[in-house]
């Protein structure tokens, strides 16, 4: 087995110890680990090199389960591997791989943000859930345009990344209304658009901060709209499940556990998809059933499929 270069080591627990970023700066910190081990290893043999990718994109692949870009980032590695007929280094071509896969998502994410601003409407009441960057950008982008709304945010525990987005807000001009995350049944009501972010689409549903369930049940007793935005690298093959994401620290939530208490902490949860009105992605809105279908014409790497079947017999 091929030794990691220690800088991509480093990369690599950089990004499985992060409990801040969403899934947009995650992938970016992969590519950039890819990069380096391009780099690190742009004289090594071709099977040596191969190795090492292996090993490398096993572990980013499951760095952050609820994560779909990391897997997808990988997938087009694998495929890339496979094109052993293609002139010149490997190293090289999965660079340029690399590359272009962070491309596709920052140009995907701008139109995502152009589209979601484009559904808000002078006078609306926006709730949003978490510290979403591509919801931030299409606010921002929706006040750009000299829209007058205002956003209702919560305070996500237990990290309280709603803190940010509020203060983001905030100083963009945009009126705030900060609120606990158990008050979302009571302020819905006075809604009109409810905007989350995901890191994964699946068929199971969209994966995001906890908390987003509870709120797209609560939109849809109030008939409220409910979007997920995202672009389609963060769609998951279907069939395809991810190995489960870890319980975080207990203290985040409860200081000191009394006797015969558990305290138990998770960071995501999983919104079935006919809780949402559509999911907004840079081909525009698209409906439940549809983004269905499109899962169904994706297909990961034989290796990934592997892999993730050992993970599953792990637990």
Do not use: W
Not at 14 to 42: C, N, P, Y
Request: overall charge neutral; glycine content about 6%.
């Amino acid at each position: 087995m091929a030794t990691i270069p220690k800088s991509v080591q480093n990369d690599i627990t950089t990004i499985q110890d992060d409990t801040e970023s969403g899934a947009s700066q995650i992938v970016k910190r992969a590519v950039e680990a890819f990069l380096r081990l391009t780099a690190d290893m742009a004289d090594a043999e071709e099977e040596l090199f191969v190795d090492a990718l292996d090993e490398v994109a096993e572990k980013l692949a499951f760095a952050q389960p609820a994560m779909a870009p990391l897997f997808n980032l990988v997938n087009t590695i694998l495929n890339e591997e496979d094109r052993k007929q293609v002139a010149g280094p490997i190293q090289r071509r999965v660079a340029e791989a690399c590359k272009n896969f962070a491309s596709g998502i920052e140009s995907s994410d701008e139109a995502v943000r152009r589209k979601a601003s484009g559904i808000i409407r002078d006078g609306d009441t926006v709730f949003t859930h978490s510290n979403s960057s591509t919801v931030l950008k299409a606010l921002l982008h929706a006040a750009s345009r000299k829209k007058k709304f205002e956003v209702i945010c919560t305070e996500s525990r237990p990290q309280k990344e709603g803190v940010a987005l509020a203060q983001a807000l905030g100083e963009a001009g945009i009126p705030v209304r900060f609120i606990v995350d158990a008050a979302s049944g009571l302020f819905v009501q006075h809604a009109n658009i409810i905007l989350v972010g995901a890191d994964t689409v699946c068929e199971k549903g969209l994966v995001n901060k906890i908390g987003t369930y509870a709120l797209a049940l609560t939109a849809a007793a109030r008939n409220v709209d409910f979007y997920g935005l995202c672009d389609s690298s963060k769609f998951l093959p279907s069939g395809t499940e991810l190995p489960g994401q870890a319980e975080r620290p207990a203290h985040e939530i409860l200081s000191s556990c009394p006797p015969g208490v558990s305290a138990v902490n998770v960071y995501f949860d999983t919104t079935p998809l006919k809780y949402c009105t559509g999911i907004i992605t840079e081909n525009g809105i698209i409906k439940p059933e549809a983004i269905l279908q499109q899962l169904h014409t994706l297909k990961p790497h034989p290796k990934l499929q592997k892999l993730i079947g050992k993970r599953h017999n792990r637990t």
